[in-house]
């Protein structure tokens, strides 16, 4: 004998044009990361076992950020950005990181805020972080093969080092001038002299004869 089959009652339909996100969950603000000094100028120069300084402000949209929230100062090496100093902000979002560097050298830095459940992340780029110290140096012209190939001119940009390899980028600050240049000859091969500057850097760098530069190697 046939049964008629007992039809099933449909599941609800949600609503078309509605969303389905949960209401009370707030949308997370905008953030931006605002520098307002650096301690010395715009660039982060520092001498090696000296301390710089960074001030700033998180904003969330418009308005001035909060106190108690993260702000990481990051340097970009081999592996990617890494966190080298870390603070928390103050009332206003107001911020500074002091930071003491641990090596000498030249690298990209930025500031960071990682974000929260009811703020989006931010980042800023800052430039260069210089590490230096002072070394004597003196400069040499004319002509000639170089050490690590190719030929001296007048308009050649670079750097004599007697251990140095080949090729290594080196940051010189002078008088407020600053140059980044590799080392492509041997010397100086005078006692307590460090670098040898090709004319052209000499130039660049409105150096003297002999004297103290500041060298980030």
Not at 77 to 89: E, F, L, M
Not at 102 to 108: D, F, I, M, T, V
Not at 138 to 148: E, I, K, Q
Not at 157 to 174: I, S
């Amino acid at each position: 004998m046939y049964v008629p089959a007992t039809p099933l009652p449909a599941a609800p339909l949600a609503p078309v044009g509605f969303a389905t996100t949960d209401p009370t969950v707030p949308t997370p603000v905008h953030t931006a990361l605002k520098v307002r000094r650096f301690r010395a100028g715009h660039q982060l120069d520092v001498l090696d076992d000296h301390r710089t300084s960074i001030a700033g402000i998180l904003t969330e949209g418009r308005h001035a950020g909060v106190a108690d929230d993260l702000v990481d100062l990051q340097e970009l090496g081999r592996h990617g950005w890494r966190t080298v100093a870390r603070t928390r902000t103050r009332a206003g979002g107001r911020f500074r990181i002091d930071y003491s560097p641990r090596r000498l050298g030249s690298e990209l830095v930025r500031l960071r805020f990682a974000g929260t459940p009811t703020q989006l992340s931010a980042h800023r780029r800052l430039g260069r972080l210089n590490v230096f110290r002072v070394v004597e140096a003196s400069w040499y012209g004319g002509g000639g093969s170089l050490a690590c190939g190719g030929w001296l001119s007048s308009g050649t940009m670079g750097v004599a080092n007697k251990t140095l390899p080949c090729g290594t980028l080196v940051t010189l600050r002078y008088a407020g001038r600053m140059v980044r240049v590799p080392v492509i000859d041997r010397g100086p091969y005078v006692a307590g002299r460090e670098f040898d500057l090709t004319e052209a850097t000499k130039r660049a760098l409105g150096f003297g004869g002999v004297g103290e530069v500041w060298s980030t190697s």
